[in-house]
């Protein structure tokens, strides 16, 4: 308890400081489990940055960041779908920019909000929920990170054990992901049984503010339970019609089965307090 409390000072005293030196842009791996209608990957690489000036940040991958920059106009649409057109009459389907992960997620400390914008068969949607308050314990282990010290903490988290390493080097209350709720940034996080973590790769200054996600007020709502549900269902029952809180078709796939399925006993979402 006294660690915390001192961890705690040192953040609070060293948070004023950093919030005027502009923002900070860490690279990360993100490591995990992907199924689809084709085949069950269990080893699935992306890069994801986290954006943050210590009120807000934006973790996302740059590389969807710049196709749903493109497509966010009805022009950078139609010119987008123009391209792919053109590379796949050419047979040039491997220069067709793709996407590098699906999800963003957006924290708001003064507001206590975390948004989460991402795709359930097709469609997009947007989950609004409080800041989550991970009730973490903060163990004596140390290492070192990039240069950065950093200390272990562990917490129960939207279903899953988590285990982090976070540096109050740099005093900012975030993480990959989710994560947040320690007195420094968390730079390396794994969950038991390893299927999901985040590793460190870079960390840089940056003048650029942190900028809102392309096309987050055409994106459906839909509550966060719901939102992983309907991934389940879709995935465990893929022959079936499913529709939206509104209404709308999803998706329709008959007479569809996966190959090589993994059910949740083996491989489930990152989040699984869903069910």
């Avoid at 920059?69 to 796949?88: A, C, D, Y």
């Avoid at 050419?90 to 920019?97: A, F, V």
């Amino acid at each position: 308890m006294r660690k915390l409390i001192l961890l705690l000072s040192t953040f609070i005293i060293s948070f004023s400081l950093y919030a005027q030196t502009g923002t900070l842009e860490v690279g990360y791996t993100y490591m995990h489990p992907v199924q689809t209608m084709r085949s069950a990957e269990p080893d699935v690489t992306n890069r994801y940055i986290l954006h943050t000036d210590g009120h807000k940040s934006k973790f996302y991958s740059p590389n969807t960041e710049y196709i749903d920059s493109i497509e966010s106009t009805p022009e950078g649409f139609e010119m987008f779908n123009t391209l792919k057109r053109e590379l796949w009459q050419k047979r040039e389907q491997d220069k067709i920019p793709r996407d590098d992960g699906s999800f963003y997620v957006t924290k708001f400390l003064s507001d206590n909000e975390l948004h989460t914008y991402d795709i359930a068969n097709g469609t997009k949607f947007h989950v609004k929920e409080s800041l989550p308050e991970p009730l973490w314990t903060i163990e004596d282990s140390c290492r070192t990170i990039l240069g950065y010290e950093c200390t272990k903490a562990s917490a129960d988290f939207y279903g899953r054990k988590w285990t982090v390493w976070f540096t109050p080097d740099i005093p900012v209350n975030d993480g990959p992901w989710k994560l947040r709720g320690l007195p420094g940034l968390i730079l390396e996080a794994s969950c038991e049984g390893g299927q999901y973590s985040f590793i460190v790769g870079d960390i840089r200054h940056s003048n650029n503010p942190v900028t809102n996600v392309y096309g987050r007020d055409k994106r459906e709502d839909i509550r966060h339970k719901d939102f992983w549900n309907l991934r389940r269902l879709c995935l465990d029952n893929p022959s079936r019609n499913i529709r939206s809180q509104s209404g709308t078709n999803i998706i329709v796939y008959q007479n569809v089965t996966y190959q090589n399925y993994l059910p949740t006993d083996i491989v489930d979402y990152i989040e699984t307090d869903y069910r």
